[in-house]
């Protein structure tokens, strides 16, 4: 059974910083890519960002591009993302999720951990 615990959110202003961390269970984590999904309120998923299972690989939403960074530890079966720059528009829960994603297509539900909330504000 997929098992993803997300940790790692909460209150920051506008311009703070936030790592979040995932610790995942129940599959092969070094050989699987690993994705970022959020949701805002009263809006759809959101892709983020995609990680390689080798870790040499990353892809990015362009309005995250350059603030935030993916990462993992194949080791720690812990999957990271480290955001700066933070602005209101990145309130959200922030879901962790086994499997690649992209613009139009995210991890199915059953493979996203129960998130954690992001807010910024001042």
């Known amino acids: 059974e997929v098992q993803l615990v997300e940790s790692g959110g909460g209150l920051v202003q506008p311009g703070g910083s936030l790592r979040l961390s995932c610790t995942a269970s129940?599959?092969?984590?070094?050989?699987?890519?690993m994705s970022w999904v959020r949701q805002a309120p009263g809006q759809g998923p959101e892709w983020i960002a995609s990680i390689h299972g080798s870790g040499e690989s990353t892809t990015y939403r362009d309005s995250v591009k350059g603030r935030f960074t993916i990462s993992r530890d194949n080791a720690l079966n812990t999957v990271y993302l480290q955001m700066t720059s933070l602005t209101v528009d990145d309130t959200a829960v922030y879901f962790c999720a086994a499997g690649a994603g992209g613009y139009t297509v995210t991890p199915p539900r059953s493979y996203w951990g129960q998130g954690t909330q992001v807010i910024v504000s001042s």
């Open positions: 129940g599959f092969p984590f070094s050989t699987q890519s």
